[in-house]
């Protein structure tokens, strides 16, 4: 065990040190328009030459790319309170219902089309249809995809993200539209937490706070989306091992349980059994563990291997976050949400 520890402690100090530098240069831009995790990711890389150097780094780096991670997922439930979720989920998952149909079903077809591998183009369409690269991160090593694809598509968000923190309330105001049709949204339409927050509260506090609860409660579908993958994926996998003519799929093996771990802290937390006056540094943790696995998945990502993937995915990733932005504001539309 000590042994263990040992072998593992460079990559987690290493990936802990980025993940503290990326907050700090995150915090010295105004309005938080490059969030920690995306500047983890390309702090990460930029030191990507120190890991392919010193091969002592690899065994932490990649447990912090695994376990750190799920760690950080299962403790982003405190954010979460089921009563909250109920209330706006009402109104929200309606519209989400269309917005997800659209992410996968544009990113899949336009995927089929630019010859794109089945992985990459999830990737982009669950990033646009959940929650940006939590999601990203989340459903990444269900799936197995390369770290570059999972680099890939959290960088492709934040470039959208960036320009609808910008453009997004100068819209919502020409149009008139209501605080709580402008928080839903910009909660069913933007991707990054950091992206929500900023574009929501710059219209105004109730319809921050709204698109904060209703980005929230797409958090939620981490759950499911989880679940469909890793089937899928042992379902891909076991196609090459027929026995007599049957696939055979292990539920077991493949069931996500940290995802269990998450609703059981989001329950407890619904209930009040978590103390208030906890949760803000259980937040803080579930952050910068996130922030440290997209550390890591920067470490083993170098930006030759983004080069190397192309344009098209760049392209496929904002026809399919436009189209969301125009589906979302067309169903609220629609259903006199505006």
């Known amino acids: 065990m000590f042994k263990k520890l040992t072998n593992m402690a460079p990559g987690l100090l290493l990936s802990a040190f980025v993940a503290i530098v990326a907050m ?3 915090s010295l831009i ?32 990649s447990y912090t790319g695994k376990i750190v991670l799920r760690i950080g997922i299962i403790l982003m439930g405190v954010n979460m309170n089921f009563s909250e979720v109920l209330n706006v989920g009402k109104y929200s998952l309606f519209v989400m219902i269309f917005t997800m149909a659209t992410a996968f079903g544009a990113g ?40 570059e694809d999972v680099a890939y598509a959290i960088s492709s968000t934040f470039i959208f993200d960036v320009l609808t923190v910008v453009v997004i309330p100068w819209i919502g ?17 933007v991707n990054d937490t ?5 574009a929501g509260y710059a219209f105004s506090e109730f319809a921050g706070n709204t698109a904060v609860i209703v980005k929230l409660t797409r958090t939620l579908f981490i759950i499911p989306y989880v679940l469909i993958f890793s089937i899928i994926t042992e379902r ?22 940290f995802i269990v771990l998450f609703l059981v802290v989001v329950a407890l937390r619904s209930t009040s059994i978590i103390p208030n006056n906890l949760i803000p540094a259980l937040s803080k943790t579930s952050k910068f563990c996130m922030v440290m696995a997209l550390s890591a998945i920067g470490l083993k990502t170098s930006f030759g291997d983004i080069r190397d993937i192309g344009f098209k995915p760049m392209i496929l990733g904002f026809i399919v976050d436009t189209l969301v932005v125009f589906v979302s504001i067309g169903v609220q539309i629609v259903t006199g949400r505006f």
């Open 173 to 189: 105001i020409a149009l008139g539209m209501s605080n709580m049709g402008y928080g839903l949204w910009v909660g069913t339409a």
């Open 30 to 61: 105004p309005g938080d328009i490059i969030g920690a995790t995306v500047m983890a990711l390309l702090v990460g890389m930029a030191l990507n030459p120190i890991l392919n150097r010193y091969k002592q780094f690899n065994a932490g780096v």
């Open 108 to 147: 899949n077809l336009i995927g089929k089309m630019f010859g794109m591998n089945w992985k990459l183009t999830n990737l982009l369409s669950v990033s646009t249809a959940i929650c940006g690269g939590s999601a990203v991160a989340a459903v990444g090593p269900v799936i197995k995809a390369k770290d």
């Open 236 to 257: 891909l996998e076991a196609k090459s091992e027929v026995v007599n003519g049957r696939i055979s799929i292990n539920f077991k093996k493949i069931f996500p349980y």
């Open 24 to 26: 700090f240069l995150s």
């Open 194 to 198: 950091s992206s929500v927050v900023a």
